[in-house]
Every structure is written in structure tokens, then in C-alpha cells.
């Protein structure tokens, strides 16, 4: 069992940052791979970006390229999103994740959860 505490949402104005945290705990960080996901309201979940479990990669989709970056800390068992240049339709619940393959932009391929954190975006 893996237990994911995001934190680090909150208010910003559009053009701002925000970098949110992924806290694991439980099995072994660095045998999963991890991944950020949000969920706006009344809309499905989306991918936003995931990181191989040595961090070496990353892979984004393409509405958060340039501006989201992933980073892990597996000394820390800690996942990050920076999150630069926020636009009001950035505005969700972000959720990490983890997943013993390789890391994918399904979210069915995920194992386990976090509770997720409300960001919100002003114009």
C-alpha cells in the first residue's frame, strides 16, 4: 500500500506559479513511478504529466508543456509539480499517483491515489 498526500494548491492570479507537493509513504518510493492528474468541474479526469521512477523521465501532455514541470525527490519520497505561467483554465483538482510500471498517461494504469488539492486561477 502507498499513501499519496498532495498539498501546496491554493489561489493565484493568471501568469503566477504555484508548486504543488506529493508526499508518499508506505511501500518503497522509488519502485513507482508517478504522475500528476486533474480534474476540473464537470469534467473527466486528465492526464497532466508523469515521472519515471528515477526521475530521469517526463512526459507532459500538450496543454501544460513548457509551463509544468514534474521533479521527484526519492530521498524525500516527495513528487513536485511547478507549475508556471497559470492560465483560469488551469483551474482543478490536481491528484498525484503511482504506478509500478513505467509510468503512462492512463490513469487506469495507476495503482494508488492521493486526495487531490484544489488550485484556482483568477483572470
Known amino acids: 500500500q502507498v499513501h499519496l498526500v498532495e498539498s501546496g494548491g491554493g489561489l493565484v492570479q493568471a501568469g503566477g506559479s504555484l508548486r504543488l507537493s506529493c508526499a508518499a509513504s508506505?511501500?518503497?518510493?522509488?519502485?513507482?513511478?508517478m504522475g500528476w492528474f486533474r480534474q476540473a468541474p464537470g469534467k473527466e479526469r486528465e492526464f497532466v504529466g508523469f515521472i519515471s521512477m528515477s526521475g530521469v523521465r517526463t512526459y507532459y501532455a500538450d496543454s501544460v508543456k513548457g509551463r509544468f514541470t514534474v521533479s521527484r525527490d526519492n530521498a524525500k519520497n516527495t513528487m513536485y509539480l511547478q507549475m508556471n505561467s497559470l492560465k483560469p483554465e488551469d483551474t482543478a483538482v490536481y491528484y498525484c499517483?503511482?504506478?509500478?510500471?513505467?509510468?503512462?498517461?492512463?490513469?487506469?494504469?495507476?495503482?494508488?491515489w492521493g486526495q487531490g488539492t484544489q488550485v484556482t486561477v483568477s483572470s
Open positions: 508506505g511501500r518503497t518510493f522509488s519502485n513507482y513511478a
Open positions: 499517483a503511482a504506478d509500478r510500471g513505467a509510468g503512462s498517461s492512463r490513469s487506469g494504469d495507476y495503482d494508488y
